[in-house]
């Protein structure tokens, strides 16, 4: 097999073959490339020393960051490459990072290190690919399987069970029985690792196309470092607008929307406040009132011990505040969604409620896509046509409010308020001189 390898990449391997080095690229840049995918990065792996790679690329800008490890960065046309020497790891005392590692003249103990065979795999144009544990074909029937035995892998660094899933998810492989059978007893490792780690890995799973399977199938994985979820497991609904328990829905609503990682977040939590606001009405039919504002603040604890950033924490938590909202198409309505939330977020909050709708039983299914398309299409008109929904789309400010007379900060303000909630009930034209003859009368 011969892959196409960019001109730094090929650069680096040959200059170390021509200085009496061995070089491959090795990983998950050969997996993609085998996929007919172009890689996000190139890495590579050598029989040179940490200093024998600094000597060769004397010339070039280099980082030692991980010179401890074997690893140097070599910059090239303002990219980073990291070449690292052949290497054995001693043992994971942390579950995360070798105690010790010993340099290696050998490949074959480099890639034995690894974690996954499609990722064990290297590759130079002297030798083609380098594959001792058969990588390409697990690739070609679209398996994760460890490289060794799987609780070893495991056992030395805890993440690789959320990249096992990570993988399987983006990649719609499947999991060979003796790694998923290690990812399920050596689940509980995870509540050792850190939160950004987690956090990188997890959005990246939620956003694959087989995410929906890796969800259901180890939702006890994800139970580890999420325990909020266990709640929404098998918790039926009760109620003729849903054929699913809250978590099964939940699987549903994320397949139904883009891969998006506030999209997808959304959708994991969207009914997670549900069965903490369950009731039963006489008749004994299920109730979940208040579950949007219960789920919304859980989201904002769980997003926040995972380290999202802040933005992202907002957004997702306002999305799912509002997801349940009954909105109709009639303009005021919209106009004050618009105004509160601003057209970025409303237009998530439609695909989210679009979603949703589509996760739930056929009860009413048609009638509430109807209302959903009715309600998507006047909120883009009033968008597109510049109707006025928020205070800086007002034809009036507070300067001009000073000009007659209003001064405090405080009635400015309610002033304002009232004015556009004037304009967008209809009982106000947005234009200067309507606005500053309702300002003298307020």
Same mark, same amino acid.
């Given at each position: 097999?011969?892959?196409?390898?960019?001109?730094?990449?090929?650069?680096?391997?040959?200059?170390? *073959? *021509?200085?009496?080095?061995?070089? %491959?690229?090795?990983?998950?840049?050969?997996?993609?490339?085998?996929?007919?995918?172009?890689?996000?990065?190139?890495?590579?792996?050598?029989?040179?020393?940490?200093?024998?790679?600094?000597?060769?690329?004397?010339?070039?800008?280099?980082?030692?960051?991980?010179?401890? %490890?074997?690893?140097?960065?070599?910059?090239?046309?303002?990219? *980073?490459?990291?070449?690292?020497?052949?290497?054995?790891?001693?043992?994971? !005392?942390?579950?995360?990072?070798?105690?010790?590692?010993?340099?290696? !003249?050998?490949?074959?103990?480099?890639?034995?290190?690894?974690?996954?065979?499609?990722?064990?795999?290297?590759?130079?144009?002297?030798?083609?690919?380098?594959?001792?544990?058969?990588?390409?074909?697990?690739?070609?029937?679209?398996?994760?399987?460890?490289?060794?035995?799987?609780?070893?892998?495991?056992? #030395?660094?805890?993440?690789?069970?959320?990249?096992?899933?990570?993988?399987?998810?983006?990649?719609? /492989?499947?999991?060979?029985?003796?790694?998923?059978?290690?990812?399920?007893?050596?689940?509980?490792?995870?509540?050792?690792?850190?939160?950004?780690?987690?956090?990188?890995?997890?959005?990246?799973?939620?956003?694959?196309?087989?995410?929906?399977?890796?969800?259901?199938?180890?939702?006890?994985?994800?139970?580890?470092?999420?325990?909020?979820?266990?709640?929404?497991?098998?918790?039926?609904?009760?109620?003729?607008?849903?054929?699913?328990? @809250? %978590?099964?829905?939940? @699987?549903?609503?994320?397949?139904?929307?883009?891969?998006?990682?506030?999209?997808?977040?959304?959708? &994991?939590?969207?009914?997670?406040?549900?069965? &903490?606001?369950?009731?039963?009405?006489?008749?004994? @039919?299920?109730?979940?009132?208040?579950?949007?504002?219960?789920?919304?603040?859980?989201?904002?604890?769980?997003?926040?011990?995972?380290?999202?950033?802040?933005? /992202?924490?907002?957004? @997702?938590?306002?999305?799912?505040?509002?997801?349940?909202?009954?909105?109709?198409?009639?303009?005021?309505?919209?106009?004050?969604?618009?105004?509160?939330?601003?057209?970025?977020?409303?237009?998530?909050?439609?695909?989210?409620?679009?979603?949703?709708?589509?996760?739930?039983?056929?009860?009413?299914?048609?009638?509430?896509?109807?209302?959903?398309?009715?309600? #998507?299409?006047?909120?883009?008109?009033?968008?597109?046509?510049?109707?006025?929904?928020?205070?800086?789309? &007002?034809?009036?400010?507070?300067?001009?409010?000073?000009?007659?007379?209003?001064?405090?900060?405080?009635?400015?303000?309610?002033?304002?308020?009232?004015?556009?909630?004037?304009?967008?009930?209809? #009982?106000?034209?947005?234009?200067?001189?309507?606005?500053?003859?309702?300002?003298?009368?307020?």
């Amino acid at each position: 097999m011969r892959l196409v390898l960019p001109y730094n990449a090929r650069y680096i391997i040959n200059r170390l *073959q *021509q200085s009496g080095y061995t070089c %491959y690229a090795v990983g998950g840049c050969v997996r993609d490339s085998i996929l007919g995918k172009e890689p996000a990065d190139w890495d590579f792996t050598t029989s040179a020393l940490p200093e024998e790679i600094e000597k060769v690329f004397s010339d070039c800008r280099t980082l030692n960051f991980g010179k401890q %490890y074997g690893t140097i960065g070599i910059i090239l046309d303002n990219e *980073q490459y990291e070449v690292t020497t052949y290497r054995l790891d001693g043992e994971y !005392s942390d579950a995360r990072h070798p105690d010790s590692v010993s340099f290696s !003249s050998s490949l074959q103990d480099d890639l034995s290190r690894r974690d996954f065979t499609v990722n064990a795999m290297a590759y130079n144009d002297t030798d083609g690919l380098v594959d001792y544990f058969n990588g390409q074909k697990d690739l070609e029937y679209g398996v994760i399987r460890c490289v060794g035995v799987a609780t070893n892998r495991f056992a #030395e660094d805890a993440l690789r069970i959320l990249r096992a899933l990570r993988f399987a998810a983006t990649l719609g /492989f499947s999991i060979e029985p003796s790694t998923a059978s290690a990812i399920l007893s050596g689940r509980k490792m995870l509540s050792a690792i850190a939160s950004e780690r987690i956090r990188e890995e997890l959005l990246k799973l939620l956003c694959g196309k087989n995410a929906d399977f890796v969800l259901r199938r180890y939702r006890s994985v994800f139970a580890v470092f999420i325990p909020e979820l266990v709640g929404t497991f098998d918790f039926e609904q009760n109620t003729k607008h849903h054929n699913r328990d @809250v %978590y099964r829905h939940t @699987v549903a609503a994320l397949r139904n929307i883009e891969p998006d990682p506030i999209l997808r977040t959304t959708m &994991l939590f969207h009914d997670i406040g549900k069965p &903490l606001s369950h009731t039963i009405d006489k008749n004994g @039919v299920s109730h979940y009132r208040n579950h949007p504002i219960l789920g919304a603040a859980m989201t904002e604890e769980i997003l926040r011990r995972l380290a999202m950033p802040r933005l /992202f924490i907002n957004e @997702v938590s306002t999305l799912i505040r509002y997801h349940d909202i009954r909105l109709k198409p009639e303009p005021v309505m919209i106009k004050k969604l618009l105004g509160e939330l601003g057209v970025d977020t409303v237009r998530r909050l439609y695909k989210v409620q679009r979603a949703d709708i589509l996760a739930q039983s056929m009860y009413q299914r048609e009638e509430k896509l109807r209302n959903q398309d009715a309600v #998507e299409s006047l909120t883009e008109q009033i968008i597109s046509g510049g109707e006025c929904y928020n205070l800086k789309m &007002l034809d009036i400010n507070g300067s001009d409010l000073l000009h007659i007379g209003i001064t405090s900060g405080e009635e400015i303000g309610k002033t304002l308020q009232a004015l556009l909630n004037m304009v967008i009930t209809g #009982e106000l034209s947005n234009d200067k001189p309507a606005l500053i003859a309702a300002a003298k009368a307020i």
